[in-house]
């Protein structure tokens, strides 16, 4: 499947389809897709002039192919010059390096030659300044002469980090090991420490006029006086037990003067969870914050409670760090207007649609403005990125939003050759009562009056868009199921919007484990389902909610699979104790002393007698078989089925094209083999299906 390259968490986001050059008289598209037999995704960087309308041929087209699990294109810039762009390019043979492209000489210029792979940027409109990320060498800090000779004390580590130092694995396992350097025109880069951990996928934007540079980043020493925030999910972070030497998934914004390459923080307060927005001011004279903290120290208590529970816009000077409020409400900044001197910034109410306003500021303070009329883009053509449930994504064109479009490009005509199955926006109730929505996924011959197995696919539901697998490729494979005569349910949250009071309590489990018996129950109404073969996954978090429903549900699963993700267990707790204090949240307390008994009712594991489903476990990069052992080693003493597929240079959201196919083809194979009892009777499957046969037989003797 062809998709288009702007990476993103959910990775299929209309958000950026088409970079637009400053004067808008052309665009570029970054699109991918995966080779199979060479093992490695291609990225094709497409550009169009303003004519698009009238011709659908490009102006010019870069290939870039990467053998990693890095995009071979990413973040694609404009130049001021409107011809030039700069992006990070990979190859397989050479490692990823800051690029220009000349769209009108087709000129491909490597701008750095760093000695290690540069993972962000960001740059100046003129390309003058430039400010980048890169990965560190690997160093195996356990063998050094000294550590060969006196050994190595432990100073709070988490066990992954000593497992795998030393390992290419140490670099996407650590949180903080990036380097960050700024690059000037005719000189070398100079590298910039930072006190707090740098990573890849936070926010990085040097000011149009080079001046200043906005780092998200991971804080290392968290200050006490920040557990006063009302926020409860960052309460959690703040107080996380870690070590003095590791970072905190606590977030806040530093400010880079490239001048005198010195860094700070920006505003001495936490970040939000939220990546909403911010907007360069005159080319960096300020910058406008969405939802920001302010800080607590030195003001009145009125005016602390006030900060404690509220978010505002504001606007901060980078030179002084001073703050100027805009507004408390929860909007989102989007655009600053030159002309009128205006900020827009974006309102969206729980239906998800969309408003704004403008503020301009008089004085020492802002007022909103009585009008929005002049608030639109320029007269540059309107490119879209559609799709739906049962609607393949292309791209579009218009002269303007509301005008008659054109298709600018079918990504995948393949697809008009394929039957799919269709998929349908269900809602329900869980059986503690709370309203859910999903997509129902039928096989491509259903008939009504059959009873089909059901495989439970967990995490998100959009109905605006187009998933062949699911929200990601990692264990999810919806249609391939639905294609072997499974019906998959992909369990959106709760349609009252009211998930996020339950997140990080012990009442997180239980209301999802009510969702998933819910749609069980409802679908065996329909007539649909056989409900004792209903299979269920958990990826990420929903290891957690699927773990606990397999150990303290009455329902059956007739099978099940965990892949990459938390599990709220007790061995988990231990081994990464810098991360989070999750584990004692959702668990009622630490595993120890008066919470104990909480622990033993509600952790998983300790509950693992109870279960009888076949569970398969996948583990992506090695320090995820941490996560994954407690489960493994307690299935294994007890003969209970367990299956595990380590991909030991996977990440989190599976990339190379072979990972994506062991672990969406093994759970097809996994749940047919469960649900229908079907062998594939393919030579290089027969151990697979050998060792499930034993696994069948263990629990037939059970």
Avoid at 9 to 29: E, G, I, K
Avoid at 116 to 134: C, T
Wanted: with cysteine; hydrophobic share 40%; aromatic share 10%.
């Amino acid at each position: 499947m062809t998709r288009i390259g702007v990476p993103g968490y959910m990775d299929d986001s209309a958000s950026n389809v088409a970079q637009f050059s400053p004067d808008q008289t052309r665009f570029a598209l970054v699109l991918k897709k995966g080779n199979l037999a060479h093992d490695t995704n291609e990225y094709t960087l497409t550009f169009r002039t303003r004519d698009a309308l009238s011709s659908a041929k490009a102006e010019a087209t870069l290939k870039m192919e990467s053998a990693s699990n890095r995009e071979a294109i990413k973040t694609v810039r404009w130049l001021s010059d409107n011809r030039r762009l700069l992006f990070i390019g990979e190859s397989p043979a050479a490692m990823p390096q800051i690029y220009s492209f000349d769209v009108m000489t087709r000129r491909l210029k490597q701008i750095t030659h760093h000695a290690n792979p540069i993972v962000a940027f960001d740059a100046s409109a003129d390309g003058k300044v430039i400010v980048f990320e890169a990965d560190p060498p690997v160093k195996d800090i356990m063998d050094t002469p000294e550590v060969r000779r006196a050994g190595f004390y432990a100073t709070g580590e988490d066990l992954g980090e000593i497992l795998l130092a030393g390992t290419p694995s140490s670099r996407s396992w650590s949180r903080d090991s990036r380097e960050l350097f700024v690059l000037t025109s005719g000189r070398l880069p100079q590298k910039i420490a930072t006190p707090d951990g740098i990573w890849p996928n936070l926010t990085l934007s040097v000011a149009p006029n080079g001046r200043y540079a906005l780092i998200e980043a991971l804080v290392r020493d968290v200050p006490k006086e920040w557990l006063g925030y009302g926020d409860r999910v960052l309460h959690e972070f703040i107080a996380a037990n870690k070590a003095p030497t590791a970072t905190s998934l606590v977030e806040r914004y530093l400010m880079l003067d490239t001048n005198s390459k010195t860094i700070a923080p920006l505003i001495d307060a936490p970040k939000s969870w939220e990546h909403d927005g911010f907007v360069w001011v005159d080319g960096g004279r300020s910058i406008i914050l969405s939802k920001a903290y302010l800080p607590l120290a030195s003001i009145s208590v009125e005016e602390g409670n006030e900060r404690a529970n509220n978010r505002y816009v504001v606007e901060v000077n980078p030179a002084t760090h001073s703050i100027s409020k805009i507004t408390s409400d929860s909007l989102v900044a989007k655009r600053w207007m030159a002309k009128s001197k205006e900020i827009v910034l974006e309102a969206k109410d729980a239906s998800g649609a969309t408003g704004t306003k403008a503020y301009r500021r008089k004085g020492a303070s802002w007022d909103e403005t009585a009008s929005v009329s002049n608030i639109t883009e320029s007269n540059r053509p309107a490119v879209t990125y559609e799709q739906d449930m049962n609607t393949a994504p292309k791209i579009w064109v218009a002269a303007q939003p509301e005008a008659e479009k054109k298709l600018l490009l079918d990504l995948n005509p393949q697809f008009s050759r394929l039957c799919f199955a269709k998929e349908e926006q269900i809602t329900w109730q869980g059986t503690d009562g709370h309203p859910l929505r999903g997509g129902l996924y039928l096989p491509p011959d259903y008939q009504p009056n059959h009873r089909y197995p059901l495989v439970i696919q967990t995490h998100a539901f959009d109905p605006h868009k187009f998933w062949i697998d699911g929200p990601w490729s990692s264990a999810f494979a919806a249609q391939p199921l639905a294609a072997r005569g499974i019906v998959v349910l992909q369990v959106g949250g709760a349609a009252d919007g009211r998930d996020s009071l339950y997140r990080s309590t012990p009442s997180e489990a239980p209301r999802q484990m009510a969702a998933f018996e819910g749609a069980i129950d409802y679908l065996d109404r329909r007539g649909i389902i056989d409900r004792e073969r209903v299979g269920i996954i958990g990826f990420s978090r929903t290891v957690f909610h699927v773990a606990y429903t397999l150990t303290h549900s009455k329902y059956h699963f007739a099978a099940a699979t965990l892949a990459d993700g938390f599990n709220a267990g007790y061995f988990e707790e231990i081994a990464f104790r810098n991360v989070t204090s999750e584990h004692n949240v959702v668990n009622g307390g630490p595993p120890y002393g008066a919470s104990l008994p909480s622990w033993l009712e509600r952790a998983p594991a300790f509950r693992i007698a109870a279960l009888h489903s076949p569970v398969r476990l996948e583990s992506y990069g090695m320090a995820s078989t941490i996560e994954q052992w407690e489960w493994f080693s307690l299935l294994s003493q007890q003969k209970k089925p367990v299956d595990f597929l380590l991909l030991p240079r996977g990440t989190h959201i599976l990339v190379k094209p072979s990972e994506r196919l062991a672990s969406q083809q093994g759970n097809v194979d996994w749940f047919t083999f469960w649900l229908n009892g079907e062998i594939d009777g393919a030579p290089k499957k027969r151990e697979i299906y050998a060792r499930w046969k034993e696994l069948r037989n263990d629990q037939r003797a059970q």
